[in-house]
């Protein structure tokens, strides 16, 4: 429809751009208030997945003894989802910087494992439910507790393909992997949906408070329940008395008690596209230019990394709001469509590829 692919000219852009022209994902119905990004923001945070899906959790532990907790989907009402064979993809979805599994990922979730994904959702230290263990959480792009769960998972599914999903502020850790990791990443393809590419800006610039105020909020209540063994570190009273996320952040990672250090170093070290260079896995964002908590698109968005990488590719919609990305009928986000979409090519890209190449030679 109204959607434009910005990418290197490559056979897999090619690729891309034919199957989801000729897919109906990008056709379909209309929201009825277009050009109402917050109402569509607010109706992706409070709208409940139908049916309820039902999680196993499983919880792993780090090399520090800290505990992340891997959220398996096994369909609704406890019956098994339309996938689960043994080389069955596995879909690693992330939710946002703040831990909250909204309505909308878990939709996701639910849509992928009707398609025959292996779904489970990535809880970092102390989100969603998940032990606090240690004194430590995890930065907004400290990638290393992921890079222990994705090493789990091919463990545990050494035949199947893996591939990530990343939604909002939660982009920030799964780029900060891709960078980083290069192509020892272990993942297949990866996605982001509205993604923060730029992390310092963002928090200096604050976001609407329909957003900012409930994720407060929601950490602050988190962070709470672990305030006596969090006191050794930082200051528990300037923690939950902070009136911002850049207030949070900062009272989290660099006023603490054994090793301060500047806004700026923390940046340094956390920003999601400092290593975006040596990223070499396919990932495509997409993105809305009515963004309410990305900001205006002219200073957000990172166009010159999708116009000369030939692995990043933008998916820029002129509407759909932040992670919203409505519509009526059956899925209710075509963006959820186009992300399943874009995994199905790129799966069909890379087998081809395999058959035109043929089998690698023994070594």
């Not at 976001?207 to 950490?219: D, G, I, N, S």
């Not at 709470?224 to 300037?238: F, W």
């Amino acid at each position: 429809g109204h959607c434009r692919l910005l990418c290197k000219p490559s056979a897999l852009a090619q690729h891309l751009v034919r199957s989801l022209g000729r897919s109906a994902v990008l056709w379909g119905g209309h929201w009825p208030w277009p050009r109402w990004p917050q109402l569509q923001m607010l109706w992706q945070l409070l709208e409940a997945p139908e049916p309820e899906p039902v999680v196993a959790r499983e919880l792993l532990q780090l090399p520090d003894a800290g505990l992340v907790a891997l959220d398996w989907l096994v369909g609704p009402w406890g019956a098994l989802g339309g996938g689960g064979g043994i080389s069955s993809p596995v879909l690693l979805l992330i939710p946002n910087a703040a831990g909250k599994v909204t309505g909308g990922l878990l939709q996701l979730g639910l849509r992928a494992l009707e398609r025959g994904f292996i779904p489970v959702i990535f809880n970092r230290r102390g989100h969603n439910g998940c032990p606090l263990t240690t004194p430590r959480l995890q930065p907004f792009g400290d990638p290393g507790d992921l890079r222990e769960a994705v090493t789990y998972l091919q463990c545990r599914h050494p035949t199947a393909s893996l591939l990530a999903v990343s939604e909002g502020s939660g982009s920030g850790l799964l780029l900060a992997y891709l960078g980083e990791s290069g192509s020892s990443s272990r993942l297949a393809a990866a996605a982001c949906l509205s993604p923060i590419f730029r992390g310092r800006d963002w928090f200096e610039a604050g976001m609407p408070w329909l957003y900012e105020w409930p994720l407060l909020l929601h950490l602050k209540q988190g962070l709470s329940r672990y305030a006596g063994s969090l006191a050794e570190a930082v200051d528990t009273d300037r923690l939950l008395g902070s009136r911002s996320l850049r207030e949070l952040e900062e009272s989290l990672f660099c006023r603490t008690r054994s090793r301060p250090t500047s806004w700026e170093v923390y940046w340094e070290r956390n920003e999601p596209l400092r290593d975006a260079d040596e990223a070499a896995v396919p990932v495509l964002c997409l993105c809305s230019a009515d963004d309410p908590v990305r900001g205006p698109a002219a200073r957000s968005l990172p166009l010159e990394l999708f116009r000369s990488s030939p692995f990043f590719f933008l998916l820029l919609t002129p509407r759909g709001g932040h992670c919203g990305f409505p519509r009526r009928g059956p899925g209710r986000c075509w963006g959820h469509e186009a992300v399943l979409e874009y995994f199905r090519a790129m799966a069909e890209f890379l087998r081809s590829e395999e058959r035109r190449k043929g089998p690698p030679r023994p070594r």
